[in-house]
């Protein structure tokens, strides 16, 4: 070889030890890039971007540490490298002094910092290491900000889906202490909250928990108070909103029960400025606390909520009309079919008086007198019964469940009446109230029950007459109807009788 070939030679080789990563190390990079953007869930690209740093650059350890930028500190941390004891027992993030430490930004904000130690192999990381690095952490800001955008989606969808369910809850005619119940176990498990929690004012002006949802017996939490004055609800009352860091140091906090939670929202149920109540969503000791996303999205829910009980309210309303619109309706019939049969009853035995009165003596057909006077009698019971019946129609508490055997019988005889197109005539004799109990009470509803049904099944059933007599030693049930049997006959009755 000639000198200037050797030469040449050397320079060749001095030139490939100045140049040792550039063109091999591009695939690993791109590599790295797309697997970083691979994935839409946060956690797994959190994940994917220390794995994909720490193999691109040889490290032994890796480390992303997540920033809460509101409260300046770490919320979350991503290792590779690490076993779990190692993971836990790590006192800190590894900065420049050990290895290679990159912020990655998402937009302007800095997400978190990527942070590497131990080069394989021993030596230091170079520059091109760094350059690589950085070139990753501008790639994962990309990743994570799409993969946030769709949690925050994701999230936002749960949520709307969670305010749809309970705004469907409300406006159902359910009691409402069901719905509240529903409110709180709902909201609770969207914002994974150790307790779902529901007050409402008191006369006094403090407020009360009136339903609770935990993840075991909430009882000791229902009747818990806040007491007026407190300065948690000034702020309810204002409308605002109370987001709290540590519910068991906050000087705020007043109830006993703040000790066994952390991180909690407190949001105002309002409506056209009136406050309907709160809801409060505490998470326990030492929890995640609670971002700018949860709080919006809680915000939002908590608002909906209250316009669905709202609604709720006035639909109640209008029930309660339509209660009152039904009893004038009784009223009207009070009055045009029972006192015009009272009337018509009047007027027969003013008939039969006058015939009697103008009959020669000793003339006066008294069997004929006695007849029609049996038969004004008897109409005059029934009218009293159907009088008694109304009566006690009109006494029933609104959207009340009956207490009362006559009640629970008219709650029967009333749900049948939608199945037959019909309502079925009703007739007690006797202080069935006073006189039927459980379980001869129970007894006879079941009989009743099932002679409706049996009434229902029937054709051409167009009257059912059910009749209730009582008295001191049995209690008889009595079903009647003109349905057709099975072998063509028409009218059916069937009898229960039960000694008292």
């Known amino acids: 070889m000639t000198e200037e ?28 890039v797309l697997s970083v953007g691979s994935e839409l869930e946060l956690h797994s690209t959190l994940q994917h971007v220390v794995d994909s740093a720490a ?12 920033l809460d930028p509101e409260r300046g500190r770490l919320t979350a941390l991503f290792t590779a490298g690490l076993t779990e004891e190692e993971r836990a027992g790590l006192p800190h993030l590894p900065d420049g002094r050990s290895g290679l430490g990159v912020p990655i930004r998402v937009h302007t904000e800095v997400f978190g910092n990527l942070h590497l130690a131990g080069k394989q192999g021993g030596g230091p990381f170079t520059d091109e290491d760094a350059a690589l690095l950085r070139v990753l952490a501008s790639q994962a800001g990309i990743a994570i900000g799409n993969a ?3 949690e925050t989606a994701r999230r936002r969808e749960r949520w709307i889906e969670g305010a749809e369910a309970v705004t469907t809850a409300l406006l159902t005619g359910r009691p409402a202490a069901d719905a509240l119940m529903c409110l709180a176990e709902r909201a609770r498990l969207l914002a994974d909250a150790a307790a779902g ?23 000791d939490l229902v009747g818990t108070a806040i007491a007026p004055g407190s300065p948690v609800l000034e702020q309810l009352l204002g409308g605002e909103p109370v987001f709290i860091e540590d519910s ?21 149920l309002q409506s056209g400025g009136q406050l309907i109540g709160t809801l409060a969503l505490p998470r326990a000791r030492g929890g995640r606390p609670y971002d700018a996303v ?20 006035a639909q109640h309303d209008r029930e309660q009309l339509a209660v009152y619109e039904d009893r004038d309706r009784i009223a009207r019939d009070l ?25 020669p003596a000793g003339d006066t057909d008294t069997d004929a007198v006695g007849d029609e006077l049996g038969r004004a009698v008897d109409e005059l019971d029934s009218t009293i019964q159907d ?58 509803l079941a009989a009743l029950r099932s002679a409706l049904a049996a009434a229902h099944r029937r054709a051409g059933v167009t009257s059912v007459e059910v009749e209730v007599d009582a008295d001191s030693s049995a209690v008889r049930l009595t079903v009647t109807d003109d349905g057709r049997t099975e072998a063509g006959a028409r009218g059916t009755t069937l009898t229960w009788r039960s000694a008292l």
């Open 148 to 150: 946030r955008l769709y």
């Open 5 to 32: 070939g050797a030469a040449a030679g050397g320079g060749q080789e001095e030139a490939a030890v100045a140049r040792p990563a550039g063109p091999p190390r591009l695939p690993a990079l791109l590599e790295a």
């Open 55 to 66: 193999e691109l650059c040889a490290a032994r350890y890796g480390a992303l540490g997540v």
């Open 294 to 313: 949860d709080r919006l999205l809680a915000s939002q829910f908590a608002s909906q909520a209250a316009l669905a009980l709202v609604l709720a309210d």
């Open 197 to 219: 929690v529901v007050l409402q004012p008191t006369p006094e002006g403090g407020m009360e928990i009136v339903a609770a949802s935990t993840h075991g017996d909430p009882g």
């Open 248 to 268: 068991a140091t906050d000087p705020r906090m007043t109830t006993p029960v703040r000790k066994r939670f952390g991180p909690s929202m407190m949001l105002p």
């Open 387 to 444: 009088v008694r019946t109304a009566i006690f129609a009109l006494q029933q508490p609104p959207a009340d469940a009956p207490a009362t055997f006559r009640g629970r019988v008219l709650r029967e005889t009333g749900g049948a009446g939608v199945l037959l197109g019909f309502q079925p005539s009703v007739r007690f004799a006797g202080a069935v109230d006073a006189l039927v109990a459980d379980p001869v009470a129970g007894e006879l």
């Open 335 to 359: 009055h045009d079919l029972v006192v015009q049969r009272l009337f018509a009853t009047e007027m027969m035995l003013e008939s039969t008086r006058r015939r009697a009165s103008a009959a």
